[in-house]
């Protein structure tokens, strides 16, 4: 039987498949079309990403660059002279600054100084963060409201009387002394990042680990610990960058005789120059070691910074 036995003169019936295909060739269309502009808009985002990010790491090429010319390469031009003549580029000024014990000094007492300043924030910051999240005792609430006051109070306040504390006590121009100021500064945003941390923990999973016979040092050690990794990495790479780059702090607490990188390299400084082929070279070789540290480490920063998004 064929389609028009079925209406009146003879009509033939319509075919819902042809009715449909100009609606299906639109939709199809509109998804080509919308996946187009996507496409489109996700590319120049990228690109401009990318030119961002090449506007934002160029003083550093700069400086890189500038560290490996001679003194008199940099007078007579840029940085961008290389890029007419690479052979110019040369690494004496890194030879000279490693053969400088001033400078060679200056980064062990660097690491001296923020090694441990990072490690007793963590130390200290995890173990106040766990008691103020899971643990009761009279006054937690008020107590921990003083930790986050402190976050407000400026370092700078904090020069003159703790430098009479330390020359009484015996601590100024020492170590020990800038060690203390660093941990001390640093542990209220610890305990204030640490403790919202651990209290987004479940409960049920602490209460299952307390029925299993788990004290609260074990309970802190297997459990919280592991779970609080990405925040306690994420804080002590915060921490170790802002120890490692301070120089108000090691100015005014740190031994005049080994000084940290950044004081070091601001006595370098000639009275009448501005003493690139020092300067340039050292502020490079101590922007590498953060580097190195955040990029060892960018897993957990960037696990610690999505965990504290999302919760």
């Given amino acids: ?9 003879g009509l033939a019936a319509p075919d819902p498949s042809a009715a449909g295909a100009p609606a299906r060739r639109a939709g199809r269309a509109t998804t080509w079309a919308g996946r187009a502009a996507g496409g489109l808009a996700g590319g120049a985002v990228r690109v401009f990403l990318v030119v961002a990010a090449l506007f934002w790491l160029l003083p550093t090429l700069g400086l890189l660059v500038s560290s490996l010319l001679s ?62 999240a899971w643990l009761e005792f009279p006054g937690r609430d008020w107590l921990f409201l003083v930790v986050v006051g402190l976050l407000v109070v400026p370092v700078q306040v904090a020069l003159i009387p703790v430098s009479q504390l330390f020359g009484t006590i015996g601590l100024f121009e020492t170590t020990a002394g800038v060690v203390l100021f660093h941990t001390a500064f640093g542990l209220p945003f610890a305990v204030f990042l640490l403790r919202n941390f651990f209290a987004e923990i479940p409960r049920e999973l602490l209460e299952a680990a307390r029925l299993d016979g788990a004290g609260e040092v074990r309970l802190f050690t297997r459990v919280v610990l592991p779970l609080g990794g990405p925040a306690i990495a994420s804080l002590g790479i915060f921490q170790f960058l802002w120890v490692w780059n301070d120089m108000l702090v090691a100015l005014v607490f740190a031994d005049s005789a ?47 910074v999505m965990a504290g998004a999302v919760k």
């Avoid at 039987?1 to 003169?9: A, F, V, Y």
């Avoid at 490693?98 to 990072?118: M, R, Y």
């Fill in 258 to 304: 080994h000084p940290p990188i950044t004081v070091a390299l601001q006595q370098q400084v000639r009275q009448f120059g501005n003493n690139i082929d020092v300067l340039a070279p050292g502020a490079f070789l101590s922007m590498v070691v953060p580097l190195v540290v955040f990029f060892a480490f960018q897993r957990q920063f960037v696990t610690g």
């Fill in 71 to 132: 003194p008199r390469d940099l007078n007579d031009g840029g940085w961008w002279q290389v890029l007419s003549a690479p052979s110019r580029l040369t690494a004496d000024n890194y030879e000279r600054l490693l053969a400088n014990d001033t400078i060679t000094s200056s980064l062990l007492s660097t690491f001296a100084i923020a090694v441990p300043a990072t490690l007793l924030v963590l130390v200290l910051g995890s173990l106040a963060g766990y008691a103020f």
């Fill in 1 to 9: 039987m064929s389609r028009s036995d079925g209406l009146p003169g």
